[in-house]
Nanobody
Framework: QVQVAESGGDLVHPGGFLRLSCEASGFFFDNHKIGWFRQTPGKEREGISCLSHSDGATAYADSVKGRFFISRDVTKNAVYLSMNNLKPEDTATYYC??????????????????????WGQGTQVTVSS
């Protein structure tokens, strides 16, 4: 059974930095697409970054471009979201999700939530002074 889990959420001051981790059990990220999403109460889940694990292609939402960076550690079977210059509007629950379909060398990934099949429980990020 595929399970993904996020960690690393915390309370941070504006301008601060956090790195979120996404780890999988019963599953290897190789040759799959991984996405990071966030959601606040009353709003739709927003796709903010994704990674095509086989070729390293990435994508970012305009709201985080230049501040957030997605990366991977193959040896740890983990995917990370490094978040710089955090703003109060970044406050949300952050989710990691995996597209269970094999994806090899496509050169792109999708930010749409419907692409992804297996979701973590989320980790809370709060940006406040």
């Amino acid at each position: 059974q595929v399970q993904v889990a996020e960690s690393g959420g915390d309370l941070v001051h504006p301008g601060g930095f956090l790195r979120l981790s996404c780890e999988a059990s019963g599953f290897f990220f190789d040759n799959h697409k991984i996405g990071w999403f966030r959601q606040t109460p009353g709003k739709e889940r927003e796709g903010i970054s994704c990674l095509s694990h086989s070729d390293g292609a990435t994508a970012y939402a305009d709201s985080v471009k230049g501040r957030f960076f997605i990366s991977r550690d193959v040896t740890k079977n983990a995917v990370y979201l490094s978040m710089n210059n955090l703003k109060p509007e970044d406050t949300a629950t952050y989710y990691c999700a995996v597209d269970l379909a094999l994806s090899i060398g496509t050169g792109f990934c999708e930010l749409g939530a419907s692409t992804y099949d297996s979701w973590g429980q989320g980790t809370q990020v709060t940006v406040s002074s």
